[in-house]
């Protein structure tokens, strides 16, 4: 196979993080991260000269996400039900001995309802509440109509908050104590 | 829309959605994580080199897009690692292997490799999945399994329900954007007899507006869209109708 070319480097250095929380955001635990990201990145160094352009290179490369996030959550169901590995990701940062119990309880908690959300309403959700993506620009790299992305953000959005009520229902006191 | 207040922003009053979605902000990789997966992609792709694999993952790309590449990959993958078995040894080509990547000047040089990570998991079989399509409705229904516990299984019909729903929208709001809004009133008009109280309620009611402003009627589009805008103030569609209902 032909050694990397300067181009691939460069892509590589620039979206390497983008394809990271990509995945993260779409179900990946830290634990698999790399192993998928390297995969998405075979993927691109494979099918370079594929891609003709047509579309942005990050959507390219969220389209590839989006396989490789699919592909591993379908074939390790069980997975979407673990208590995601939030914990150990914080305790790898420097400022893990900041983070509480409570904080990373409550990433989990979080992680867990995305991943009970059908994923065409997750990605919407994700793109536009954690990335901070316009609908305009989540149309585009989802190739769907902004009318669409709207339905799709507002069913995710009911779907979060009634998840979010009946947690506060069932446990007001991890409520008071989230606040 | 992208003037929305986001809820993991201050705007949202509800401190519980606030903090869980804040909590989910960070997945940044950890330090040293590009440099690895950078020595681990660069191993791969030479032990590829060195089995002969590539002629295969090529062909088998050739077809196009990035799912062809996905496959690609597998392919790729999967012959690493039998080529890696079949050596039973990764002396010499372990050798081959490092001479490859040190020689090569994108490789950062300072991390060493890591021989033993040359075969990784083998990736699932699963054929590739197919794009989301442009409906609205999720592939189940939208009834929450949380909410009853008892049933594993959503009852069909109500998924069919809102296929039926979402596919009727797509085609309603075809028509408009292809400049028919008489026939895109007729398909609404349908949908609203067959799911009366569906769950794109909301859309449903948006581009029945919309298709008031085609067609000139802007007094019912704008009251329709003040109405709207009290029912849902919170709706992803409401930015959209306050601007409709206030134009001037």
Redesign the interface.
Known sequence: ?A????E??AI?DEH??FV??SL??LGVREAD???L???V???????W??FEGRSKIRT?LF??C???A??YR???PIRREIVTD?AA?DL??DDAAALGAE?RH??S???G??N?M????R?VFVL???E?M????IAEL??????????????A?E??????K???AADPIG?KE?? | ??DQP???SPMNE????R???G???D????PG??G???N???V???A??TIGT?SA??HA??????????Q??KV??GKVVAGVALAGSMAVGGWWIHR?ITA?P??PVGAPVAFERVA??A??S?P??R??E?I?A???A?I????RPTKTVEPRPRSDLLALESRML?DA?AQLRGGDPRSSLSTLERLRARVPRG??M??RE??AIQIASALGDTTTAKRRAKEFVDAYP????AS?MRRLATDP
């Open positions: 196979m050694p990397f070319s300067p691939f480097r590589y390497f993080e990271w929380c993260r955001r991260t790399m192993d990201v390297q995969k990145f075979l993927a691109v160094h494979v099918g000269g594929q390219w389209g590839i989006r396989r490789v699919s592909d379908r074939s390790s939030a990701m790898r940062r904080s409550r990433a908690i979080a992680e309802i995305l009970r059908p994923e065409p309403q990605v536009f509440e954690l901070e316009s609908g305009e620009d989802l190739n769907l109509s902004v009318g669409t992305v709207r339905s799709r953000l507002r069913l959005r779907r979060f908050r009634r998840e979010v009946r947690l506060a409520r989230a606040v | 829309m992208g986001r809820w993991a509800d401190e519980l959605e903090e869980l979605l909590s989910l902000r997945v940044s990789p950890p994580a590009k690895e997966t950078w681990r992609l660069a791969q792709v030479a590829a080199a590539v993952a090529v790309v050739a077809g196009s897009g990035a799912g062809a590449a996905l690609a990959t790729l993958t490859q090569s994108a490789v990784p998991p990736p699932p699963v590739p999945v794009e989301p442009e609205v999720p592939a189940r939208p929450d399994p949380l909410e797509t709001r769950v794109l909301q859309e948006v581009l919170e709706s992803p569609h959209q």
